[in-house]
């Protein structure tokens, strides 16, 4: 092989499976040490945020990394369905950034309430500005209030949504405890696209998990918005085998939507004209990508963040890469392990960036384990490459609908090994469940 | 411009260790990309957890004997034929490389 004949990209592409060179001794310092000028602002310390904050620095340790997130702790939407069924405690799904700090990422606890793309600088709510090369969002995302008449941050206080954990997971559990047997408890879900697509369905799994054993004369109602959902088959199965008669699930047409909810005597109507009334009332509204994304200008008129799909820079503004939830990822679902894996693509595109020099053939990894009871795990699962530009699925699928109860016992064990991967590979943190 | 004899090897050794500097020093190496569609599973160092095994410093034709089976379908598995079918072979090499690389 000759340099001629090859193009300088495949030639370094060639050089990079060949294997390390090491750095000839007359190459001045700055570059062969391989830093990369710079100070990268993240904003939003959740699965996106904290994955590439923690990334950034791996790839490169001379690198300024600044986080900041709203929160002084994070507790995960993971694993908060099992805090609604009674499994574990919200603290055990509550993590600090102690080990982010030790990485070497700067925290700041702080909200960012403006971002000037053509100054390249953000302004926090002290008052503080800082100026950025590379701004990365991941601010999860917000709720389209507006489309549920009598539904909004105050009365989520009293009918939870329970869609972003902490209090909200918190008040729902407390409300299901204080039903009283023979109580109904209706689920509504959000039409798509909605973070987190098997999350209702795992809700409801693990409320009849609890109301099986102590309140068995109850019933579930989700009331779905869509006509179809995430591994039904597999959900269908479970609850028949582990709730019978327990779970009534309602299949939503392109017609009919909730118009209103009354909070006080919880009864919930629909557009076309059904009135639903319970004892305990889960309204998850629809979603928009992260307010902090709106007021930037980065989102499309659904309310997403189109970027490019190999570097995740948005296609609105230069210099400011969108991840997780927030973003437009091809065929990624809306999940944490979406974002873990965005986050690190997006970490190596603006590092390359940086650098200039091309980046890595990019892969993305999504899976997203439930469990129907403590023993009864299944999964989704797929490996994907970008294809025509776009993020395409080139394998996975969904657990085998006939398995042994051993193969539901195994994936409800690696779901609990998945929580405690995926919070040590974002946040740095052990998990103690 | 007019390169003379002496010269034109001289830049072309100039160059050329100019571009291998480049990936080693300056790239992220794919394999770090692939990998980390491992560590959310099976630990930032592929330490495994309760359940989920250990990959981390096994041997390299292991693991890679392991991937493949798993792609195959002659290693049975819960989830690891739905990731393996992901890769390449010579993905496969690259991440058993890594791997066995790991304390
Ligand atoms: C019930 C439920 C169960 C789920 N289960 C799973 C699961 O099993 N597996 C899975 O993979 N995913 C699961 N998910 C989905 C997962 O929670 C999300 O996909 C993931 O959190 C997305 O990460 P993100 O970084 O986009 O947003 P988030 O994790 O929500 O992080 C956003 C962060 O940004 C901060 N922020 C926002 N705006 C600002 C601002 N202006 N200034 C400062 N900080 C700001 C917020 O405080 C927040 O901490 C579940 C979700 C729910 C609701």
Redesign the interface.
């Known amino acids: 092989m000759t340099?001629k004949k090859l193009s300088?990209r495949k030639?370094?592409e060639a050089?990079?499976?060949a294997g390390?060179?090491?750095?000839?001794p007359w190459?001045p310092a700055n570059?062969?040490?391989?830093k990369s000028a710079g100070r990268i602002i993240i904003v939003g310390g959740g699965y996106g945020g904290a994955t590439c904050a923690n990334?950034l620095r791996q790839?490169d340790p001379g690198l300024e990394v600044v986080m900041v997130e709203a929160s002084k702790k994070i507790v995960t939407c993971p694993f908060s369905n099992t805090v609604i069924g009674g499994i574990y405690k919200i603290n055990q799904l509550t993590h600090g950034y102690g080990g982010l700090k030790k990485n070497g990422v700067k925290v700041i606890n702080d909200l960012v309430t403006n971002i000037d793309p053509s100054e390249k600088k953000i302004r926090l709510k002290s008052g503080e500005t800082l100026k950025y090369d590379r701004l990365v969002i991941s601010p999860g995302i917000d709720f389209k209030w507006e489309l549920i008449d009598g539904y909004d941050e105050a009365a989520s206080r009293i009918v939870p949504h329970a869609w972003k954990a902490g209090e909200q997971t918190v008040l729902l559990r407390k409300q299901l405890e204080a039903m009283p047997d023979g109580g109904k408890v209706l689920i509504a879900t959000p039409p798509k696209p909605f973070r987190c697509p098997p999350g209702p369905y795992e809700r409801a799994s693990l409320i009849a998990h609890y109301l099986k054993k102590h309140k068995p004369k109850s019933k579930i109602i989700i009331l779905d918005a869509n006509k179809k959902f995430s591994k039904q088959g597999l959900f269908t199965q479970g609850w028949k085998k582990l709730y019978p008669g327990m779970i009534e699930w309602i299949q939503g047409s392109d017609t009919t939507e909730i118009e209103s909810l009354d909070v006080k005597s919880r009864v919930l109507k629909t557009t076309f004209g059904q009135t639903f009334k319970a004892d305990v009332m889960n309204v998850i509204p629809a979603q928009k990508a992260g307010v902090i994304a709106h007021r930037t200008d980065l989102v499309n008129e659904y309310g997403w963040c189109p970027v490019d799909q190999r570097t995740f820079e948005s296609t609105k503004h230069k210099h400011i890469h969108v991840i997780g939830d927030a973003s437009v990822a091809g065929a990624m679902p809306k999940s944490g392990?979406s974002a873990?894996?965005q986050a690190?693509?997006c970490a190596?595109a603006i590092?390359?960036s940086l650098?200039s020099?091309?980046?890595?053939?990019?892969?993305?990894?999504n899976?997203c384990y439930s469990l129907i009871s403590p023993d009864y795990g299944i999964?989704v699962?797929?490996?994907?490459r970008l294809k025509d530009n776009k993020i395409a699925k080139?394998?996975?699928?969904v657990?085998p609908t006939k398995a042994s109860k051993r193969?539901r016992r195994?994936?409800a064990?690696?779901a609990?090994?998945?929580y405690?991967?995926?919070v040590?590979?974002s946040f740095a943190a052990k998990v103690k469940i | 411009m007019r390169i003379n004899r002496v010269g034109l090897p001289l830049l072309l050794l100039l160059t050329s260790s100019l571009f291998m500097t480049t990936p080693s020093a300056n790239g992220i190496e794919r394999v770090k990309i692939l990998a980390g569609n491992c560590s959310t599973c099976h630990g930032p160092q592929g330490q495994g957890y309760e359940v989920i095994p250990r990959i981390g410093g096994l041997d390299k034709d292991d693991i890679l004997k392991l991937l493949k089976d798993f792609k195959s379908g002659e290693e049975t598995s819960t989830i690891m034929d739905r990731h393996a079918k992901g890769y390449t072979q010579q993905e496969m090499e690259q991440l058993a490389d890594y791997f066995s690389k790991m304390e």
Do not use: C
């Not at chain 1, 570059?31 to 391989?34: K, L, N």
């Open positions: 340099i300088r030639f370094i050089l990079g499976t390390a060179i090491s750095v000839v190459l570059i062969a040490q391989a990334y790839y392990y873990n894996s690190k693509v190596a590092i390359s650098r020099v091309p980046m890595p053939e990019p892969a993305y990894s899976t999964s699962a797929a490996v994907y080139v394998s996975g699928g657990s193969f195994d994936e064990d690696h609990r090994d998945w405690r991967g995926v040590e590979d």
